[in-house]
């Protein structure tokens, strides 16, 4: 079950190298080539919103096959009909059908395990999942050189006809105790999560952290590949060591989260995340076109996700202990329907040069500051 786990954080990154491919055999603009990655995301987050009370009512067994079946199917569409609507619409069922397998897959090992084998699994998944983002972008540049963009379609299709397989014929239902969906229960839960300001604000956050990767996913192609002519393969390395930041930081993090509390590294590192951005933006107006700042930038980024994003995870769920399934679903679709709404928006943007990306980067940092100072910092 855990192989699902490296193709759920590879759905963006293996396409990306081949997004300035896509714009051009599609012959269509940029900015529609990036609502490939906008779309999926959209996908993502309603899948995950949805599947968790899907799965309480009707079985884990059921809706994982079907979303792994689906995932299948739809990778194949841009191989039948080469077309940007049918691309988009591959895409938004995708991120459905992902979507939906992950929460299955966490509520299967809720059912199966006890709460130390929880724990114990629990680095196992964020290690899985951490293989997507960093060896997708290298896989994908690889592919799109020697096969074109239509290449990580088949890589899709053909990984996962093996793992729904899998799935299919050996994969228990785990889930025995179900219960008909009460659609006026869960509104009341939704509501009081809603209401909470605390845990929109920290849902905000991850959303706007996350989209500091998400930006470099689509623009990044963009002016690595077409503005600073290097190779799909030179930018799937840069996007590898990126990953490796991220991976690593998010592993630094826990250690220093048993020694520091979580506002106090929201502190610290919000606001050593806006102090850099100021320096690299400053930098940027001299070095339009310097691909180490670029890249010495995109990592500080990516460090300050890996930072922020999960320390914010733990401490939204855990005021919602009570029905955490309720509050994942919310959290989850909060923060990926802004990165989301992010990447679209950022799509009609031409990222040219490094002063470009610089602004962009700044602009959702200072957002994440704002809701600091306004919101995080006042309730704790």
């Given at each position: 079950m855990l192989c699902i786990m490296p193709i759920i954080g590879m759905c963006i990154d293996l396409i990306a190298p081949s997004l300035p491919a896509i714009a051009q055999g599609l012959k269509i603009s940029n900015a529609m080539a990036k609502n490939t990655v906008s779309i999926y995301l959209l996908g993502f987050c309603l899948g995950n919103f949805f599947s968790g009370f899907l799965a309480d009512a009707w079985g884990r067994a059921k809706i994982m096959r079907t979303a792994l079946l689906?995932?299948?199917?739809?990778?194949?569409?841009?191989?039948?009909?080469?077309?940007?609507?049918?691309?988009?619409?591959?895409?938004?069922?995708?991120?459905?059908?992902?979507?939906?397998?992950?929460?299955?897959?966490?509520?299967?090992?809720?059912?199966?395990?006890?709460?130390?084998?929880?724990?114990?699994?629990?680095?196992?998944?964020?290690?899985?999942?951490?293989?997507?983002?960093?060896?997708?972008?290298?896989?994908?540049?690889?592919?799109?050189?020697?096969?074109?963009?239509?290449?990580?379609?088949?890589?899709?299709?053909?990984?996962?006809?093996?793992?729904?397989?899998?799935?299919?014929f050996g994969l228990p239902e785990t889930h025995f105790n179900r219960h008909p969906l009460e659609v006026a229960h869960i509104k009341k839960n939704i509501s009081e999560i809603l209401h909470h300001r605390l845990f929109l604000g920290i849902a905000a956050v991850m959303g706007l952290t996350y989209s500091l990767i998400i930006l470099f996913n689509v623009s990044g192609p963009f002016l690595i590949q077409v503005t600073l002519h290097h190779s799909p393969i030179f930018f799937g390395h840069v996007a590898f060591w990126l990953g490796v930041v991220f991976l690593l930081t998010t592993i630094s993090i826990r250690l220093l989260l048993k020694k520091y509390s979580v506002e106090k590294l929201w502190l610290v590192n919000i606001n050593s995340l806006f102090a850099a951005g100021i320096i690299f933006l400053c930098l940027s107006y001299f070095f339009l076109h310097s691909m180490?700042?670029?890249?010495?930038?995109?990592?500080?980024?990516?460090?300050?996700?890996?930072?922020?994003?999960?320390?914010?995870?733990?401490?939204?769920?855990?005021?919602?202990?009570?029905?955490?399934?309720?509050?994942?679903?919310?959290?989850?679709?909060?923060?990926?329907?802004?990165?989301?709404?992010?990447?679209?928006?950022?799509?009609?943007?031409?990222?040219?040069?490094?002063?470009?990306?610089?602004?962009?980067?700044?602009?959702?940092?200072?957002?994440?500051?704002?809701?600091?100072?306004t919101i995080l910092r006042k309730q704790q």
């Amino acid at each position: 079950m855990l192989c699902i786990m490296p193709i759920i954080g590879m759905c963006i990154d293996l396409i990306a190298p081949s997004l300035p491919a896509i714009a051009q055999g599609l012959k269509i603009s940029n900015a529609m080539a990036k609502n490939t990655v906008s779309i999926y995301l959209l996908g993502f987050c309603l899948g995950n919103f949805f599947s968790g009370f899907l799965a309480d009512a009707w079985g884990r067994a059921k809706i994982m096959r079907t979303a792994l079946l689906i995932f299948t199917v739809v990778s194949a569409i841009p191989l039948v009909f080469p077309h940007i609507i049918a691309l988009l619409l591959s895409r938004l069922l995708q991120g459905l059908a992902i979507g939906t397998a992950s929460v299955v897959l966490r509520a299967i090992c809720s059912d199966v395990l006890s709460p130390d084998g929880l724990i114990k699994l629990g680095p196992w998944f964020g290690t899985m999942w951490g293989f997507g983002p960093v060896f997708g972008p290298v896989l994908g540049g690889y592919l799109q050189v020697y096969f074109g963009w239509q290449a990580g379609f088949y890589f899709f299709s053909i990984v996962s006809l093996i793992i729904c397989l899998v799935v299919w014929f050996g994969l228990p239902e785990t889930h025995f105790n179900r219960h008909p969906l009460e659609v006026a229960h869960i509104k009341k839960n939704i509501s009081e999560i809603l209401h909470h300001r605390l845990f929109l604000g920290i849902a905000a956050v991850m959303g706007l952290t996350y989209s500091l990767i998400i930006l470099f996913n689509v623009s990044g192609p963009f002016l690595i590949q077409v503005t600073l002519h290097h190779s799909p393969i030179f930018f799937g390395h840069v996007a590898f060591w990126l990953g490796v930041v991220f991976l690593l930081t998010t592993i630094s993090i826990r250690l220093l989260l048993k020694k520091y509390s979580v506002e106090k590294l929201w502190l610290v590192n919000i606001n050593s995340l806006f102090a850099a951005g100021i320096i690299f933006l400053c930098l940027s107006y001299f070095f339009l076109h310097s691909m180490w700042l670029i890249a010495v930038a995109s990592a500080v980024m990516f460090l300050g996700c890996g930072a922020i994003f999960p320390i914010s995870l733990g401490k939204g769920l855990s005021l919602f202990r009570y029905m955490a399934g309720t509050a994942t679903a919310v959290m989850y679709l909060i923060n990926i329907g802004i990165t989301s709404l992010c990447a679209y928006l950022a799509g009609f943007i031409h990222v040219r040069d490094a002063f470009i990306l610089m602004w962009l980067y700044m602009t959702f940092v200072f957002l994440v500051v704002l809701i600091y100072w306004t919101i995080l910092r006042k309730q704790q």
